[in-house]
């Protein structure tokens, strides 16, 4: 059974900074490319970074220059930091492979306060 727990977020004014983790199941992590997707009030799950089994990178346009994806294979953990977060990034931040994502954890919130 896969089991991603989420945890980090918290209210940031604009402006603020935070990071990420997600800690997920050993055999599902070691054998998928990850990915952060956050879900705004009112819209669809989107993905804005993604990270491969060999750590490379890619990124939404909404957080390009702002967030950063990185993993930790002997932890089984994925990381996002980000910064320069606006009220425009609010939403709740969930961890899941990047192909096929499945059992979703419950994510954390992240509110921006203007």
């Known amino acids: 059974q896969v089991q991603l727990v989420e945890s980090g977020g918290g209210l940031v004014q604009a402006g603020g900074s935070l990071r990420l983790s997600c800690a997920a199941s050993g055999m599902f992590f070691s054998f998928n490319d990850m990915g952060w997707y956050r879900q705004a009030p009112g819209k669809q799950r989107e993905l804005v970074a993604s990270i491969t089994l060999v750590s490379v990178t890619n990124y939404a346009d909404s957080g390009k220059g702002r967030f950063t994806i990185s993993r930790d294979n002997p932890k089984n953990r994925v990381y996002l930091q980000m910064g320069g977060l606006n009220p425009a990034d609010t939403a709740v931040y969930s961890c899941?492979?990047?192909?096929?994502?499945?059992?979703w954890g419950q994510g954390t919130q992240v509110p921006v306060s203007s």
């Open positions: 899941n492979a990047l192909h096929s994502p499945i059992g």
